[in-house]
């Protein structure tokens, strides 16, 4: 895709120049990421309460918790996919949406559906590859863990933007998604665990802003901690579905906002390296033939003038 240069996100970034311009395309676009975030939020938090959590707290046996993880493998799923489906629709109108006016939130939705099944195959590869590279970690104790999940995300991140903006099958996209997250690595590593860092925080403070009507409930369980049947209730609540969904909403467009500045940065940086370097054009060269060209006929012409005049 030649347009992709005249997108707002493309351009050599440092991690200031990238956290800036993921807040300005955020706050500009807010509406409509806004309304796509509040969808998938919803989808989600409903999926979520097929999954009852409060079993595992009186299990003890671990064939039994076995047998229970297994009854929410569909469930699980489901969120999985909504996600990734969701994900999809997300990149796309990021990239789409400013290079071309007329698209919107369904266009968008119907054209990403494209991608959504070759998304899902690399995500199942990279879900494997991953739990292999955490398990590594696991042996380096909390640093190695940390910097597999970091790697991993890196990776993961320019997945989409790679088959999106450069149309490329499965197999393109896997190997392109490893040579252009590679490339810079540190820097794409550093950012990703700034952003990751970032994006915990913001959750944990919106997190504790949806608590804060239920404030009462937590004041009982300190004054009686017995009685914790308040708290586990709590989840269920439709304020607190509502109110969860709302401001979870805010969080989601930013993972995809972010996995394209890391890409444009990379691309951007990789055409840089490869243009010729001023003097060294080809095409401007002296080439050696041109110090012994034959004159041109009307220098000819003319020295013929003056040979006879003489």
């Given at each position: 895709m030649d347009q992709i240069k005249n997108h707002p996100l493309?351009?050599?970034?440092?991690?200031?120049?990238?956290?800036?311009?993921?807040?300005?395309?955020?706050k500009t676009r807010f509406i409509a990421l806004y309304l796509i975030s509040l969808v998938m939020s919803a989808v989600i938090q409903y999926a979520s309460l097929t999954i009852n959590f409060q079993e595992f707290q009186t299990i003890t046996d671990p064939m039994v918790m076995l047998e229970k993880m297994q009854g929410m493998l569909v469930p699980l799923?489901?969120?999985?996919?909504?996600?990734?489906?969701?994900?999809?629709?997300?990149?796309?109108?990021?990239?789409?949406?400013?290079?071309?006016?007329?698209?919107?939130?369904?266009?968008?939705?119907?054209?990403?559906?494209?991608?959504?099944?070759?998304?899902?195959?690399?995500?199942?590869?990279?879900?494997?590859?991953?739990?292999?590279?955490?398990?590594?970690?696991?042996?380096?104790?909390?640093?190695?863990?940390?910097?597999?999940?970091?790697?991993?995300?890196?990776?993961?991140?320019f997945i989409m933007p790679v088959m999106m903006a450069e149309e490329t099958s499965i197999d393109r996209t896997i190997v392109r998604t490893v040579r252009l997250s590679h490339t810079n690595f540190w820097a794409n590593m550093g950012w990703t665990a700034v952003f990751i860092i970032l994006y915990i925080i913001i959750s944990l403070v919106l997190s504790?802003?949806?608590?804060?009507?239920?404030?009462?409930?937590?004041l009982k369980t300190f004054a009686n901690p017995e009685d914790t049947t308040s708290i586990m209730h709590l989840a269920t609540s439709p304020l607190f579905l509502v109110l969860s969904t709302a401001i979870n909403a805010i969080?989601?467009?930013?993972?995809?906002?972010?996995?394209?500045?890391?890409?444009?940065?990379?691309?951007?940086?990789?055409?840089?390296?490869?243009?010729?370097?001023?003097?060294?054009?080809?095409?401007?060269?002296?080439?050696?033939?041109?110090?012994?060209?034959?004159?041109?006929?009307?220098?000819?012409s003319s020295l013929n003038n003056q040979n006879n005049s003489l």
């Open positions: 493309y351009r050599k970034h440092n991690i200031d120049s990238a956290m800036s311009t993921l807040w300005e395309f955020y799923i489901i969120v999985m996919l909504v996600s990734l489906f969701f994900s999809t629709i997300f990149h796309y109108y990021i990239l789409h949406k400013p290079l071309d006016g007329s698209q919107n939130i369904f266009r968008c939705t119907i054209k990403s559906l494209k991608y959504f099944l070759p998304y899902l195959v690399i995500f199942v590869i990279l879900l494997f590859a991953g739990s292999f590279a955490i398990l590594l970690g696991l042996m380096a104790l909390i640093v190695g863990v940390f910097f597999s999940v970091v790697y991993i995300g890196m990776v993961a991140m504790g802003l949806v608590l804060l009507p239920f404030a009462g409930n937590f969080t989601l467009p930013l993972l995809p906002i972010f996995a394209f500045i890391l890409y444009f940065n990379g691309k951007a940086r990789e055409e840089t390296i490869n243009l010729p370097l001023p003097g060294n054009d080809p095409e401007n060269k002296v080439r050696v033939e041109d110090l012994y060209a034959k004159p041109r006929e009307e220098n000819i």
